[in-house]
């Protein structure tokens, strides 16, 4: 368990330690393996103590500093998981599914867009595919920055299942909760830090964004119980996100960013068992790094359109050993 050594390392005295084993103790009856987590920000000097991740998140969890209290990451206005469920900003739940394999839009504004890949499975019982976020592509001045989840079979928490690039270029971080990578002087306003050994990092853009995003498999019982069909080829790792946006501008649109405008006006059935947004035609886009979908925003800058005609894809990605093919599939 890569939390086995916490405890110890608790400034907490003997009786917060010992609550702390025996909440360890209750999650490990059920079969889960807890998380840590703690507020890592100077604004909120008091709220120091790591707590553990709620039992409805073990492993997906994120600090509220201002409450002091861990919070599940799927549960906060600006969330995107599950098959796609989203939290708009105005904190109101919804779902979109698009199609698998095709990319949309989730926010288009002037100087910031983010993409998005769907995977997935066609359900013939249903008239729309079963689908999953794969990775997202970020596009700001001139920057791009993609975060996928590797396709596997098998699902190993202990290996790392995050692709990261910056510019094109491959993020390595070392597998070490808190571990941080820098950009260099010229962009000195990204940063990217894990916050757990593996498949969990947080990416902040200074005055833009903060990006909070893990990578989960489909269970065995979240198959059997929604009946997705998931065998042992591919386990449809993807991404769990939450953003938080600082600078977003009245018209910014997309099928999350629209919900942070304040001319907003929601046309979701709230009433419906599973509130879909629709208009998926509008929020379509050519690949993950085209802002090219019907209610684009964003203002293409002349680095970012040198690689238009390239029409980068998630297909460039190849492994060290040499394996390439659709989608990634490098594995460790």
Known sequence: MEDRSFVKKMKVGFWGRLIVIVCVWAYATAGVLPRLVKCRSPLFPLCRLPLLCPLACPRTCLMDCALCRPVCNCNVPSAVCEDPRFIGGDGITFYFHGRKDEDFCLVSDSNLHINAHFIGKRNPNLKRDFTWVQSIGVMFDSHKILVAAQKTSTWDQKADHLVISVDDNPVSLPTVADSKWDSNN?????????????????????????????????????????????????????????????????????????????????????????PVMGGTHKYKTSSIFDPNCAVSRFHKSPVLMENVGRKLTLQEFKCNGGREGEGLVCKR
């Not at 489909?218 to 953003?243: M, P, R, W």
């Open 186 to 274: 010229t962009m000195n306003e990204l940063s990217i830090s894990r916050t757990s050994d593996t498949n969990g990092v947080v990416i902040e853009v200074v005055d833009k964004l903060r990006i909070t995003t893990h990578v989960v498999p489909i269970t065995s019982q979240e198959s059997k119980v929604h009946g997705y069909d998931i065998n042992d080829d591919d386990c449809f790792a993807h991404l769990e996100v939450s953003f938080k946006f600082y600078n977003l501008s009245d018209v910014v649109d997309g099928v999350l960013g629209q919900t942070h405008s304040s001319t907003y006006e929601s046309k979701i059935k709230l009433s419906a068992v599973m």
